[in-house]
């Protein structure tokens, strides 16, 4: 008997160790040893024309061709803070999404995003619009063609697919930003981030999010106000971060009907820097994104130019466009009227 008790007080203990050497394979963080990336790079927001509006109020729209379902928007300044709103309107009275833009150098960190809709008749109408009359910025609104949409929705899709998901769910919305709050942390070698929210696999409902860009304590260089109605499409845009950073998105809505998902993963790295590690949600998930052979390999480059342009604006001349770079506008830059 007392042998029985011995052998089972040895088993329970070896299987006690076995349990506890998995758990620390499982959670220690590993570094993925493949090939370097050798993906296609992929230019989400093209050079396009940009149009001046002045500060104070003015409002500038711009009607989507019917079929179109993606939209690439580009904003800038001179140097001043870029403070901008975007809307789409679905008809006189219903907007289904709301984009707040809060940045302190509108030159330094210009905003990129990419808009997706639904195919509708009458087509929707991007309206931008300005805030303080000190600042005045220039807009670029360019509606995708065909296959430059199979274009974004592929390389959309493949980020999406091959990218950490993190949940993010609503709360008390008494006071505002009761919700879950997330992070993400980029070393130094991080020169942009590229964001997907989306709440496709998650309810398709509507979401209400603040992201700021925390680039050292009491530092926020950027900071965005989100709002869609439906998020069964995609938002997908570009936050500038010289220098590495933090992103941190703090959920709006109520925890009945808050719960969306969001991707961020580099999209552009410093020339001077070699390859960094993100950390997701400050916890142990460390990856070497650099090296990360999940990421898209066929990705498709960009197509042929538009064939579908707002009015006011002129198509640039074929071919491929050339690599995104901030526009170097002089003191008093000319455009086309309006």
Request: proline residues 11%; glycine residues 8%.
């Amino acid at each position: 008997m007392k042998f029985t008790r011995e052998v089972f007080g040895i088993c329970v203990f070896a299987s006690y160790m076995m349990g506890a050497v998995a758990f620390l394979i499982q959670t220690t963080p590993t570094k993925t040893s493949a090939s370097p990336l050798q993906a296609i790079p992929f230019e989400l927001v093209p050079d396009m024309p940009l149009q001046r509006l002045d500060g104070g109020n003015t409002v500038r729209t711009f009607q989507m061709p019917p079929g179109v379902e993606r939209c690439q928007l580009y904003f800038t300044t001179e140097g001043r803070p870029l403070k901008a709103k975007v809307e789409l309107w679905c008809g006189p009275l219903r907007t289904t999404h709301t984009m707040v833009i809060d940045s302190e150098d509108g030159i330094k960190f210009p905003f990129r995003a990419v808009l997706k809709f639904k195919k509708m008749y009458p087509p929707q109408v991007v309206k931008v619009s300005t805030f303080d009359p000190e600042f005045p910025m220039y807009a670029g609104v360019m509606p995708a063609g065909k296959e430059r949409n199979k274009a974004i929705a592929a390389y959309t899709d493949a980020v999406w697919e091959n990218s950490v998901k993190t949940k993010v769910q609503g709360g008390n919305i008494k006071p505002k930003g009761g919700g879950a709050v997330r992070t993400w942390s980029f070393d130094a070698s991080v020169k942009s981030v590229q964001l997907v929210i989306w709440s496709f696999y998650v309810g398709k409902k509507s979401f209400n999010l603040k992201v700021q860009v925390l680039q050292g304590p009491n530092n926020t260089p950027q900071e965005f106000d989100l709002k869609c109605g439906g998020g069964s499409q995609p938002y997908h845009f570009i936050c500038e971060m010289p220098g590495g950073g933090t992103i941190r998105i703090v959920n709006n809505k109520f925890v009945e009907d808050g719960l969306t998902e969001v991707v961020a993963v580099p999209f552009e790295y410093s020339d001077d820097e070699g390859p960094g590690d993100v950390v997701v949600d400050n916890f142990a998930d460390v990856r070497q994104l650099r090296s990360d052979p999940r990421y898209p390999t066929i990705i498709p480059q960009v197509l042929t130019p538009q064939t579908a342009w707002p009015q006011g604006l002129t198509a640039p001349p074929p071919g491929p466009p050339q690599a995104m770079s901030p526009p170097q506008l002089p003191s008093r830059p000319v455009y086309p009227p309006n």
